[in-house]
Every structure is written in C-alpha cells, then in structure tokens.
C-alpha cells in the first residue's frame, strides 16, 4: 500500500479526491489537510463519510506531510498551489497538483491571466496531466499538473481530429456547460442556492481562465496556434459538464469518417466512450465516473462538425483524472479504484 | 372587453394563455376547449387556478367557439391547427395560432420538415408573429402563426445586426438551452423527472424542426439565403431559454459598436432590454415575463460575436407573444395584459 | 398615491416588497434603503426588475425616511429592527415590520429566544399582522409585526379548529418543509446550491424560534396555554412552504365536519382557499401569490385529523402578507396589488 | 461466483440492482429480463452502463432464468410477482422479490390494500427482507420478501424503542419525504418533470398502501397491535427518503438515554449510522449508498421524541437491501458489493 495525502482535503475537489482514494485497493490515506477545519474529524465536515474515514483534519506542514505520505495531492486555490509544491518536490514526493499553477508551459502565459509566477522552474519538468495524451510522460513524472475541467472536456473530443485533414482549425468554438460543484466549496452569492436554481446563464463569456489552457495545449499538439472561441455556462445541477463544439469542416466528411478517427484514437483508452451515432452524451450518463463519453455529428448543410463531450467535472474533471495520473506514475492499472459501475440514475 | 377563447387550453401554452388572458384589462376569457378534460372545471386540472377561473372545460365546436369569441389562440399540436384554423378565420375571427402550421412562407419547406400542408392558401396572409419585426403587418392580420421559442430567442438578438456589413451571415451558430416546459404536458420518458434532474445533454442535434424556421425568417429579412447551425440542449428548469449565439466578424468592430446597433434596433420596443456591457442574460431575470434580455460581446482574439438572449419560453416564447400579438391585432397597448413586474427571484 | 419606503430593500424579503409594491395601484414606492448597496441602483442587484424599478439605493436616515414616505416596511434582520422602528412611529409613520421583534406580547417570551428588546412599551399597541385573525386590530394599528412565514402556514389552517370540541389542543404536532429563499440572501454553506440541491433534511428540530411565536398566538387565542411540537425542513425548492399538521381527536368527526370549520371560519377571506376533500396542497398552486391553500383528512384508524397547508413563504409568509396589512391600515381592498392570475406551473 | 438473474431489468429498482450485482465481488450477473425492451442491448436502456454491462434484455421465461441462475431478484409490479415466484421456487431457486407480495404474514391484510393473493403458501414461508430485524430467518429463507421504501425508513427507528418503558405505541407519526424515483420509471403526470420540479405535496395521506406493512412487521415485533399515522411527501430531487417520526412519552427520558437504546441495538449492524446528538440525518448523506442514518431529538417541553432516518430509497429502500439479503443467504459478508465509498456530494 503507498502512502498518500490530500492537501486542501475539504474543499469539494479534496473531499472527492477523499472518496476515490478511500475505495482505492493500492494505497493508505494517511493524511488531510484543511487549514480552516484543523483539529475537527473529517466525517464531521463530510458526515457521508462516518464509519469511512476516520482521519481528523491536521494543519499543513511539509515536514508532517514528507513523513506521512509518498505520494502529495495538493488540492489548494490556484497561486497558493506553488508555494507548496516545490517543497514536496525537493523532499522526493510524486505531487499531483489539481490548481492551474503547473498546467502551462509558457510561464508568461500563465502570468498573463492567473498571478507571476514563483515556482517557475519547476514548469520545466511539470507535466500536463492528461493521461489519453502523455500516458508516457505522466509515467515518469515527479509533478503532474492536473488538468482544468473544462480543458478536459474540450481536448478530448478535438484531439483525435485537430490534425484531420478535414478540420479547419481557426473555426473551433466551444460552448460548456458546468455543474455548479465547479465553482468549489467557498460560499458566495454566486454560488448561493436561490441564485442558481431555477436559472440558467453564461459567464467570463470569452474571458475565462481555462481557455489559454486549452489553447496552449492544443497548439502543441497540433503544431500551430490554434485560438478557441470558449463561453462557459452554470447549470443548476450538482456535478456534470457537457461541452459542445463547433469545428468548420474543409471538405465533405461523413459522420462514419469521424467516427473512425474517435474509435482509433480511444481504442485502448478505458475512460473514454464514443457513443454511436444515434446517440448523444448526457451529463447523467458519466455522473460519479471518470467516463468522458463523446458524441459526435456532421452538420452538412452548414458544414461543421459537431462535437460532444459530458464528464463529471469532480472526477474526470478534477479528481478521478488525478487519480488516473497517480495510478499512472505509480504503475498501477489506469483504472485501479475508479472502476465502480456507474448509477443508472 | 373582448371575447377570446383558448382552444387546446390545458397544455401548457394554453394554460399560460389562461393566466395572462385572466389578467387581461381589456379581454373577457369565454372559452377554453380540451379534448382530453372536456366536461371538467379548468381549475381540477390548474388548481393554481382555483377561485380565477371559473370556466370549464368544452370539447372543440367551431360553431360554438365562434359564437362565443372574436379573437380565438389557438394552442393545438402541430398538424392538428390546420384543420382547425381554416374554419375560423371563415367565421371572421381573428386568429392567433401557437402550432407551427403557420408560421412559415414557403409551403415546401414546411412540409419537408412536418406534413403535408393542408392549408396552403392561408399561408399566404398568415403574418409571422413576431412584433418587433412585424408590427405592422400583425396590425392588419387576420391570422398570425406565433413564433417557436427557440427562433424567437434566435432572432431576437440576430436581427439588429444580420445586415451590418462587419457579419459575416454564413457563420452563424446558435447553441440554445431550453426549459422543460418546451417539451409540453404530454408525458414521455424524456421529460420523466428522474431523466432530466441533475441531467444535461443535447437533443435534435442539427435536426431540429425549429432551424428551417429561423433560417427562412432571418433570409427573408436579410434578402439573402442564411443557414444556421442550430444545436438545442434541455436544462432542468421548468421555465427559461438561453441562447448563445457565435458569428464571425467581416471588420474589427467594438462591442460600443454592437451596442448602438441593439439600442437603435429595440428603442421603443417594450419587450427587449439590451444588458450594459459588463452584464448577461439569464433566465431567472425573464422567468414569467414577457421580456427578452439581450447581452452581447465582441471575442476580438478569436474575431468573433458573441450575442445571448434569454426569454421565458412560455411567455416570450410562446403564450405571452400570441397576446402581444392580440393586443396589435386589437389596437390596444402593446404591452396590455403583460406588464407585472418580474420576480426578483 | 401614498407614498412608501423600503427599508433594507435588497434582502429577499425587501426585493420582494419591491415587487408587489411597484405593481400596487395605490402607492408609489418613493425609496429604497441599503446598507451593502447604497449608491446602486436597485435593478442592478436584482437586473430583473432594470425598467421598472428605477430607483437607486440610498443609506437608512430616519429624516430622509420620514420625508419620503408615510408608511414604511421594515425587512431587517431581526434585533435590527427594534432599533429603527421606534423613531419612525414617534414620527407619525405607519410602519409594518417584517422581523420577529413586535411579533410578541410577552417581551419575556421574545427575550428568552431571541435579544434583549429595546422597545418593550411598542409591544403593547403592536399589532400581530395576520390579517385573518386580526383584521380589525391591523385597521387601527400605527405598527404591524409581520407574522413569521412558519406561524403563517401553521396559523391558518389550525385556528378555525383550534377551540373545536373534538379537538385535543395538547397533541399538536407541525412538520414543516420549506423553500431556501426562507434563508434569505445571506451566503452562507447552509444555503450553498451543492448542499441544498437533491438533498433534504431537518434543521432546528424542535429548537427553532418560530415555535413560540406560533405558541403564544394559538394559547391568546385559544384561551389556554398550548405547546406544540415543531420541526423544519429544508426543501431543495426557492419559493414555497408546506406544513403537515397532526392533532388527536377527543371525538369521531368527519372530514366533511372539518370542513364546515374551515369553510365557515375562511368564507370571507380572499386569501385562504379550502380544498375540496379529495385533492391536497401543492406548494406549486400558490407559488408567487398570497394564497394560503388548506387540505384536510380525518385518518379515522388512528383518530387523528391531518391538516396541511401551502404558501408562497416570500409572499404570504412575508411580503405579501405585509403588503395585505398595509391595504387594511389604508382602507385599501384587501386584494389590492396582490391579485395577478397564478402560474400555472 | 454465484450466478443471479434480475427480472424486471430496466426499471428503476431493477437498474439498481443491475448496478449492484456488476460490481458485486462474488456473483455473475447472467440473465436480465424486460418485457418491454426484449432484444435490446441492456446499456441501450441505460447508457450509463456502456462498457461495463453487456447483457441483452430477454424475455422472462422461467425454463430460460431456472438453467441462467441460482439467485433471482424479481423486480416486478406488485401482483405481477407473485405469479412469478411460485415456479422459481419449485425449480430450487433463491428468490429475493421486490414487491408487496411477500411482505406480509397476514394475506388478508396484503388483500385489504392490493388484490387476492395467488401464492398464499408461499407467505408461510417468505420472510420479510429487513437484515437488521431478521438476520437468522433470512440465512435459511428461499424467499425473501424485501421491504418496502418507506416501512425501512419508519422501521429502522422505531424497532430499537418500540418496547421500551417510556414509549406510547399508540401515539406515533411517521412524516415521510420521498424522492421521486420511488415512483419508477413508468410515465405519468405526476412523475412529469414540471409537474414536479420547483414543487411540494404530500400524497395518499393516511391512505398508502405501505402503511399496513409497517403496522405488521412493528405489531409483530412489539407483541401488541399497533398502528401508525403515516403520510407520505414528495421531495424533487431523485434519490433520498426522510422520515420524520413522533412518538409520545410515557416517562421523562434524556437524549442521551435515547442514544444508549439505539447504540445497543446496531452496535454490530454495518449499515445503521446513529448520529452524534447534535446532528440530524440528510438524504445527501447516504445517496448511492446502503446505510440508514438515525438522528433524535427529545421535546422535553411537549414530551415527544423525534426520530429522523434517512436512506437512498433505491439502495436501502430496496436494490441494496435486496442485495443485503441475498449477501445473508449465501453467507457472503452482509456487506459485500455495497461498501463502495459514498459520495461528499
């Protein structure tokens, strides 16, 4: 069994990484860490979790956690992340880092939307944790930057076809929709319940932090600037995001074209699903997974391709997909302690 | 006052119909007909209702609908209004139909998208009921086809601008979000409550019968052919419709720009409000009003317009446009019958 | 045109005042106060209402109160109010407060749940404000305290039964389930959408501060000391509150007894709807109205009469209750600005 | 690995089943049945399941499930079952039925409330499914008839204080709040997705069919007759039951006496979770899991006591307790296939 430890253990991603690591049949979680809940049992914050884990939630220390643990998730607000991290490094810990502080490459861009960065080297050797696109870097990594929800819902659906011949790829538009566990734990009016319900809107239209993500992700996979039109949505439900995208097409392809390309590129990929052509995603179809299933249409009469993606945003979107990248790393089946069947309902 | 009746009144629209009509300061509500509730007080199958409306419900009779009503609405399905209408609009009354079987110019495009059409003659003075752009003519119709949900959140925001030389028209995407409510109060498993809570998924993707009729008004209008990719998605809320709307830009323009196109557009239309620039649309702030909120946003990286309106499906949508047609056909105030103010929540 | 003002306008409660006072036929509503948002304009905060309520927020002052309007709401967090209130009535102003802090004639019992109070002498001329059993107090009434939207719901349907002779006053149970909107717009993890959302518990069981208010109103009434047991509950819903009521029979009744009682006590009363035997509340038939809708059954093996009620607790559990209060001190129809047709759904 | 087939797939408690027997460690789930959906893939019904189930629904035939299976869940429409279960039986099979029609001792009682009874023999010998009351019965049964939703949530509270000393058994109220998939998956109005949404009632007031069960199982168990006042609500959310109950003290007693009565009872039972005092269950709490959480409260001054229970109605309530019972009577641990790690949220 290795040893692990959830930095940040409260807050929904750290509670879901909780729940996935408390069922996982290679590893012990010795530790939480919670800055505001020190001292208090973790089932008392999470009461569903009585008679599961029996950790009480401790301060952060890097000499505590070094001690407990082999393998780090760190679960903090983006910018508090790095000033953690490199420190775990340097004691020899694996650190899967769920923040958007190791996910670039380019440190100016990151600057360019999130804060100056101080832990800039480190970038160097960081990998973006996206297992279906750098299963072999993620094998060798220490520090594996966990990749943002909604860049996860967008690059598996355009991966397999960016490079296509057919693909225009200065059309690409993505319109998510995102659960509200998305915005996290912290209490704000955003988030509060009368404001949600009930409603439906789009914010930071073309302006949210994800989309120099994807973008930069994408150019390097596809070795050109690609720059994606990206609007994401609140949806009143808990968990789940459903991503549609828009792509011009160059020439007349046919959804059977499309389809080839989705099932050759996921053939051996066990959490991605290519639903057939009559069928589309539905964000209660992958709910409490780390399933990303993908649907996919040619609009002929418009020429586009239309593409389709639901996860959950706390698992595929967060946690699971960490926990797909310690599996990874440590060498573990990919789908070790994320293989229960999902709730038909 | 005047007589109307609301033929196929304990569907949905039809019941909405029934509220706004109750409230109406210059109509007398005399009939409601129902095939499946004939014989039964409106307010068994509303109890919302109960001590406003006194009617009950009666089969459908041409003879005693028009001896009953000047103005009839017409809330029937699709296929159905048609062998209805004409009899109607024989006996002089003036007819506002909420189907689909109206609202189309050319008789061809109707039919490749629903059935033969056995009312073609009437498709030719029908008026497409949508008052910010037809006013004048739905104030000499004696037949208006009410405009689908999804084309009036479509158009609303599109028509200010699709002749502006900076639109490119062939870009158009329209990615909408409606309510559950869209889908009416006959029961299928599709709108079973354990298949839509904490659910969101696609539907109809580019197949939707609503996108020849956008598509047809909006060429009509910009004096060239306009195809749209047109993609629907059903949210977990009773009421509500956003549309987010992507359009590629021919010239640099400034949101400032956009801005004054919407404002000069809607100046002294009641039903519209454009957002400020730094606000969107969201359905909660439209739910049982008539109004459509309209927020837009110039993506300068990605040379795109980005335009979203909100409506109430139901009211905007569906109910409260045929009365705001009705109130143009009659010569009342526009917004007669229309003007509660919202619920703040 | 009387004028009124709105004190803390931005709080639920205030913004729903707002409402149905910019809709009332008889007043203009000349000011609205806030603490957080003095300085913005109203639509601002609540962008549903931007074109019809166009006035700015503005600092509480007594003076400019007073200047501005001759009736005053008072929706402040309970042991503010007590502060405020008294310098409005020594200025001549009709003041109907929505707080627990005139609610009570025993300021004993108030100080045992809630603060200290600081106006014990306006206990005695305060009016309780439930229009139905106080009717001609309120007429009166310089203050109004403004029931609580839990004695509301219990209130109404109890008090016609109440000194009935089959009735066993020391059994009474009330089981209620409410909206989150009764929480107010305070953020807090309580009211967070992901703890609310496709959850449903018990809070405050048999602790909650509403219990004696409903027990000192029913024992004034009743003629003798009664005590009920009360527990709350949170519905994953915005608007609505239902109560099921529990009493032991000292005598077989029937249901058709029981509603002679019902029917006789609420005959006059526009607001209280007794439903016929065999249909039962929905909170859904009263959502965004006044209405108290009433049910009843007599569960004859178990002797026991099953009363339930259903309110809109914005509306007739706060504002618009309030607002049906200041027609009575005004001599307006009790009806007045509170009689638009309810939603269908 | 024992091989089990579940009749009556695809609905909602046979889906459930389906998700509990995939993931269960010792069985192999070989044969679905389903009327309505014979020849089609199993994951075409519920897509969440793509990948991980990949039986073909079948026709129920007894030849065809006796040669598939040794343990077969009957997931049927009560009456429809118990024309089933005889044949299973005489071919040596385990059955663990999920209808009304093995619940009961009495077959005048189940004929009271359902239809005549075509398996009376058989009700000699059935037991009723409730681990935590009749753990050795349900070891040596051949047919377990499994409980119901709501008798589990009002059972589990009561039974550990039914016969203590302080305890009125002629006083006790059970409130119950269920989520709607405890209506299945067959369509109707009331299970319409607006029809439930944003809204709250209770239904069969005093009149629920499984309110003689609950009389049965707690008359037999406390030796004397007893009969409850139940009343059942509906919660829209999906998943979740609560039941509030109040029952009558003879004698003064703490909480804390309270807690030593229920603490002793479970003290060895897996899935009851009493809570700590100053806590009360949440259907949130054990969602997708098979525990019943037991919170109390004493009134002191209304001398009742409040028990709250709450349970995911389709695990506890009925797919996970069946599997419970199947667990016992194979000798697997009582736990085996249901210790998945709940979800935070």
Redesign the interface.
Known sequence: MVKVAVIGGTG?AG??L???L??HPHVELTMITSRRYEGRPFSDI????????NLTCRAFSEEAVSKSADVVFTALPHEISMGVVPGLIDQGKKVIDLSADFRFKDPALYEAWYEPHQAKELLKTAVYGLPELHFNDIQKASLVGNPGCYPTSVLLPLMPLIKAPFIDPDTI?A?S?S???GAG?S???T?????????????N??AHRHNPEMDEVLSLFAGRTI???F?P?L??????M?T?I?VGLKEDVSTRDVASFLDSFYADKPFV?I?PMS???????????NYC?I?F?V?E??K?L?L?S?IDNLVKGASGQAVQNMNIMLGFAETAGLD??????
């Open positions: 929904y509670a879901e909780v729940r996935v408390s069922g999470y009461p569903a979790m009585a008679g599961i884990v538009i319109d929709k659960g509200t566990s734990r209490v704000s009016l988030t509060h319940f009368c404001e949600v319900n009930e409603a439906f809107k789009a914010y239209v073309a720059h994606i039109t609007t949505h949806v009143p439900i808990t968990r789940g459903l549609t828009y699903r639903c069928r589309f995603p539905n964000t209660m179809y992958v709910r409490g997974t299933d649907g249409h609009a009469r418009t586009r239309i389709i639901a229960q069947p999902p709730f038909p309902l």
